[in-house]
């Protein structure tokens, strides 16, 4: 049974930059048949795609925050991560990591961690 | 405003029937498939249907997907009190190539 466990700062200030992992367990993140995603839910709001990564490093993004996204993964490490740059309170929410299945098209996440609150608050 | 649109909420007695809708476009809905999650708040979302109509194993008979065209429909038979949740469809945007949510429906047991 795969597990994605999130990781990083609960409380980040205005400007700056958030980091983020998941970690995968119970499964090999090198495996061609998923990505590996990000999807955040502001408070009381939905569901918003952030991006994905492949084992080998391309990456998708939502295009509304591609010029402050960078997604990454770590093969070594089992894990792969993110970096939001110039927050906003906007960008207050929780953030999922997800596993994605190949093909994109099929628009199936079909593993979640259990998420992580992270607040832009000075 | 997300580009999948849904009702905000629906509701339905115990033991009856009730169907979301999700309506795109051809970038997202028709040229990709659909799938569809249930989030109880405070939790994360867990999927019930993948590529239009396939059913996780675990997820009960009562769940059901399809699509047509732009649109496409999650199917809830046999209500019951646990199933109140928000539900989300999601799909691929070919045009953004990038992923796409509806907005969320809640859906009430009466």
């Known amino acids: 049974q795969v597990q994605l466990q999130e990781s990083g700062p609960g409380l980040v200030k205005p400007s700056e930059t958030l980091s983020l992992t998941c970690s995968v367990s119970?499964?090999?993140?090198?495996?061609?048949?998923?990505?590996w995603g990000w999807v955040r839910q502001p408070p009381g709001k939905g569901l918003e795609f952030i991006g994905n990564?492949?084992?080998?490093?391309?990456?998708y993004y939502n295009p509304s925050l591609r010029s402050r996204l960078t997604i990454s993964v770590d093969r070594s490490k089992n894990h792969f991560s993110l970096k939001l740059n110039s927050l906003t309170a906007a960008d207050t929410a929780v953030y999922y990591c997800a596993r994605l299945v190949v093909p994109l098209k099929a628009a199936t996440f079909d593993y979640w961690g259990q998420g992580i609150l992270v607040t832009v608050s000075s | 405003q997300s580009v999948l649109t849904q009702p905000p909420s629906v509701s339905a007695a115990p033991g009856q029937k009730v169907t979301i809708s999700c309506s795109g476009s051809s970038s997202n809905i028709e040229n990709s498939y659909v799938s569809w999650y249930q989030q109880v708040p405070g939790t994360a979302p867990k999927l019930l249907i993948y590529e239009n109509i396939k059913r996780p194993s675990r997820i009960p008979d009562r769940f059901s997907g399809s699509k047509s065209g732009t649109s496409a429909t999650l199917v809830i038979t046999g209500l019951q009190t646990g199933d109140e949740a928000d539900y989300y469809c999601g799909s691929w945007d070919t045009s953004l190539s990038a992923g796409l949510f509806g907005g969320g429906t809640k859906l009430t047991v009466l």
């Open positions: 990564v492949y084992y080998s490093g391309d990456t």
């Open positions: 119970g499964g090999s993140i090198s495996s061609s048949s998923y990505f």
